[in-house]
């Protein structure tokens, strides 16, 4: 079995391993005790805290530990919002931040609060110029993500902590994804992480608030952590936390260049193995074990049972995956395809014989899919080929006159195309199967009340040259490549 999920969660590192049983022993009494087993226990502490702040590049006594790399986030936010509530009760945001900020938005929202998400573009990336628009005077804090978690963009941080420290707003980093690969540049205000993201021990994430900056913990304050993570710290388990991570910087460089040209060889040959098949996020600009791509006519759910089942642990942002109607957050601000989405994040170590095999059974996983929700029927449809079928299926049509699934005249008001009450993909099917019977510059509409046909009729219509020509509720307008429009 291949774990391809290293976004998600990594396995006890080696070095976590030893370093967690070592402090077993070592690391159980309480550090504020002046005896002799709690000096110990304080020594553990301060090490690993010394250890892990070498590798956010930030002064120990900045570093707090918390239970979760979600409490460190909730945490940072709200202290800093409650600190800073004179200054304001904006919060700035990008639109593909990991839900744990999106929530403490809502929460800030419900609050009274102001949230504003920044919208990024097709690869998910934010333009530092718009971001500093969005910040105005009100402003109490900005919150990005070094890299995202989906598809793997890395966001222009330094140059949009600079226009926050211009504005003298502080910005609040998720690393969770990119501290394994190197410190976060840039003038940073607080800076959160999680461990398992890079093989330390679930239960342990990291705050880092910069000396200067305004912050009050939210809630009763505990005398533990800054206030910041009340009762008895998990000593053993932050002792491997700072362990693994300064192992896994010391592996970065040649790791991750050796995983960045596995990840390059899935981008490059996905899209002419598997026809119809989009990979998202930006191709230069992104972690090096990460990639995602999404493929038309699939359901996501059941193209991950496919790849389990040959073999292959991976992960999706499709809605069908998440057991709601709602595609992901980040596919969606990204404006891209979200059916058949795949995620795939390479664990250090990964062979190039593993991806080799991934990149072997991919195809027949995905045919397999499409077959089962009745899409084999339905051709490649690249913009070439729908053009250059336009006008044949024009004289079809004309030869066809009365026959079932004619194309209706366009005075007749084009053809309809019923989807209410199916689910992603089928929709799309349905519409790729309709638009082969329409002339050249025939309209299809499209009736469809599944929440990701919003995103994915579009995507559609994107990567097949067709034109979308709206929505209103639940009807979707596309005209077919070909004609004058």
């Given at each position: 079995m291949s774990y391809f999920d290293a976004a998600s969660s990594l396995p006890l590192h080696p070095v976590a391993r030893q370093a967690l049983l070592a402090a077993v022993d070592e690391g159980w009494a309480d550090p504020a005790r002046p005896h002799r087993e709690g000096r110990r226990a304080r020594m553990l502490l301060d090490a690993a805290r010394e250890t892990a702040a070498e590798a956010l590049d930030c002064r120990p006594d900045e570093l707090r530990f918390t239970s979760s790399g979600t409490q460190a986030l909730h945490t940072g936010i709200g202290g800093t919002l409650t600190a800073r509530r004179r200054a304001g009760r904006r919060l700035v945001v990008s639109a593909v931040e990991h839900s744990a900020v999106l929530h403490a938005g809502e929460a800030h929202e419900r609050a009274g609060g102001l949230l504003h998400r920044v919208r990024v573009d097709r690869t998910g990336r934010v333009d530092a110029q718009e971001w500093a628009q969005a910040l105005g005077d009100d402003c109490a804090l900005a919150c990005l993500q070094s890299a995202n978690h989906e598809v793997g963009t890395v966001q222009p941080v330094a140059r949009v902590a600079e226009v926050c420290a211009e504005a003298d707003v502080p910005l609040l980093v998720d690393a969770a994804q990119s501290l394994p690969w190197g410190p976060v540049e840039g003038p940073w205000s607080l800076l959160t992480g999680s461990a398992h993201k890079w093989g330390g021990p679930p239960g342990v994430g990291l705050l880092a608030v910069r000396k200067g900056v305004r912050f009050a913990p939210p809630g009763p304050?505990?005398?533990?952590?800054?206030?910041?993570?009340?009762?008895?710290?998990?000593?053993?388990?932050?002792?491997?936390?700072?362990?693994?991570?300064?192992?896994?910087?010391?592996?970065?460089?040649a790791e991750g260049a050796r995983l960045r040209a596995l990840v390059d060889r899935i981008r490059a040959r996905v899209p002419g193995l598997v026809p119809d098949t989009e990979v998202v996020g930006d191709p230069v600009r992104r972690l090096p074990h990460l990639v995602t791509f999404s493929c038309l006519y699939v359901d996501g759910e059941v193209l991950l049972h496919a790849l389990d089942t040959a073999g292959f642990s991976v992960s999706s942002g499709s809605s069908c995956t998440s057991g709601t109607l709602t595609p992901s957050h980040v596919l969606r601000a990204m404006g891209v395809l979200s059916e058949g989405n795949v995620r795939v994040s390479l664990p250090p170590g990964t062979q190039e014989s593993e991806v080799d095999r991934f990149l072997r059974a991919l195809p027949g996983a995905v045919a397999e899919v499409r077959a089962q929700l009745g899409a084999g029927a339905v051709p490649a449809a690249g913009v070439a080929e729908q053009r250059a079928g336009a006008a044949g299926a024009d004289r079809d049509a004309a030869a066809d006159g009365d026959a079932a699934g004619a194309a209706a005249p366009e005075g007749a008001g084009g053809i309809t195309v019923d989807a209410r009450g199916t689910l992603c993909p089928l929709p799309v099917i349905e519409l790729a199967k309709a638009v082969g019977r329409a002339p050249a510059g025939g309209l299809v509409r499209v009736l469809a009340d599944d929440e990701a046909a919003r995103l994915d009729i579009p995507a559609w219509c994107e990567m097949t040259g067709h034109t979308f020509e709206g929505a209103e509720g639940t009807e979707y307008r596309v005209r077919r490549a070909g004609g004058t429009g």
């Open positions: 304050v505990d005398e533990r952590e800054s206030g910041v993570a009340p009762g008895f710290g998990n000593i053993p388990a932050v002792v491997a936390a700072a362990a693994s991570l300064r192992a896994v910087r010391a592996e970065a460089e």
